[in-house]
């Protein structure tokens, strides 16, 4: 028997024990041996939930438990998660974990613990909700150089901007129904400037390149300036607008990685991305393209990729599973030096006088919007674009860059 304890009973802690009560015998059989729930972590108590038999309210009673094999931590947040978790490896016990922001700051230091500890600190639900995609990068794809990590990664911005594209709504409307949807939170920040998207992308280059992105590193930026104007010229354009999270292999030790909205084309798997699904598009050396593709949140789709690394750290007690993550900070190239292509809604000047200065452009207008127009540049570095855009003295309104 392998004894776990649950640190948390909000909607994934909830979630975790009902994958396990559910799918016990499935469950038990691929883990070898019975998975037993002995303790639940919370403040609060549950009236008539079976969940109160094993409720417990005080964490020192796990830390100081031997039988506890493996700690499931889905609280989230940095404290007082770090200390728990740090405490349980300390203690030889294997944890699992969910919570993004954790990973993302701490995961160097936390696998170098459990690695010392002959143990497993694991992290499936981090990213991507259900889609395995950790494990994917970390077994699966080991015989392959990734070179590219591309993903959908948070499913509250997905849900956004398909409803500005397909109804013509406006952010703040779009934001206010996700957030009586339950996909939004009331204080919905970290989803709509990126700062989710980028603990996630962090994590994941991280586990690709086997170095540590520190995602305070990354460049981010969110859709809250999007409008209805940019869907209508994306429209135009036979493309549509993502929030991506992505991370590049650029040379031997040269990196790029960014949060951003960007204009995605048909032949792109990810433009059929839409709703609050995820989806992550990864690019070997070897395998060629591959995309990982389901439901990015939710109670059970997330306790689903919990409770399997449960099952994993159950068949490796003793035993570190091996990480491609290093504590090597990874170095990224300055964003001037990176290379892509720009969409550009300007006013002021012509299309003749911007491709005076950037040379053959696409341009595109919509009727509605007759004081102005949009361009999208041939592939450049950043600061080309800087350098090219400063010399039209028209207003420019929208950048948004191209994916192709």
């Known amino acids: 028997m392998v ?66 094999d493996i700690v499931v931590e889905v609280m989230g947040g940095i404290e007082p998660a770090y200390t728990f978790v740090k405490r349980a490896l300390e203690s030889g016990k294997s944890v699992c974990t969910s919570n993004k922001a954790l990973v993302a700051k701490h995961g160097p230091e936390l696998m170098e613990i459990a690695k010392a500890k002959n143990i497993n600190f694991m992290f499936e639900a981090s990213c991507g909700g259900g889609i395995p995609i950790i494990r994917a990068l970390n077994e699966s794809l080991t015989a392959d150089e990734v070179d590219e990590i591309t993903g959908i990664l948070n499913g509250t911005t997905n849900y956004m901007m398909f409803k500005m594209a397909t109804e013509g709504s406006d952010f703040d409307v779009v934001l206010k129904e996700a957030q009586q949807k339950g996909y939004a939170e009331a204080d919905p920040t970290a989803d709509v400037e990126g700062y989710d998207a980028c603990r996630k992308i ?66 792109n798997p990810l433009y059929g991305v839409n709703d609050v699904f995820n989806a992550v598009f990864v690019h070997g050396n070897m395998l060629g393209d591959a995309m990982f593709y389901g439901s990015g949140a939710g109670k059970l ?20 599973v091996a990480t491609n993550w290093s504590n090597e900070p990874m170095t990224l190239r300055p964003m001037d030096e990176v290379e892509g292509r720009f969409f550009v809604r300007i006013k002021g000047v012509t299309p003749e006088q911007a491709e005076a200065v950037f040379g053959n452009l696409q341009i595109v207008k ?37 994916k192709d």
């Open 202 to 267: 962090a994590i994941l280059s991280s586990l690709a390149y086997g170095k540590f992105l520190n995602y305070e590193d990354v460049y981010t930026e969110g859709i809250t300036k999007i409008t209805p104007e940019d869907m209508t010229y994306a429209e135009e354009l036979g493309m549509t607008i993502k929030l991506l999270g992505t991370s590049r292999k650029l040379g031997e030790d040269s990196y790029s990685a960014l949060v951003a909205p960007f204009l995605v084309g048909q032949k």
């Open 366 to 402: 919509v009727a509605e919007l007759p004081e102005e127009f949009a361009f999208i540049t041939a592939n450049m570095t950043q600061g080309e674009y800087k350098e090219k855009i400063s010399k039209l003295n028209g207003e420019v309104i929208t950048m948004i860059r191209v």
């Open 301 to 320: 789709p997330t306790a689903s990729a919990v409770v399997a690394d449960v099952v994993e750290e159950a068949k490796n007690l003793h035993n570190t």
């Open 3 to 68: 004894n776990i304890a649950v640190l948390g009973y909000g909607t994934v802690g909830s979630g975790v024990v009902e994958v396990i009560n559910t799918n016990h015998e499935i469950i038990n059989k691929r883990a070898g041996q019975e998975i037993n729930i002995k303790y639940v972590l919370d403040l609060r108590d549950f009236p008539g939930d079976p969940v109160q038999d094993v409720l417990v309210h005080d964490y020192e009673i796990i830390a100081n438990d031997p039988e506890v």
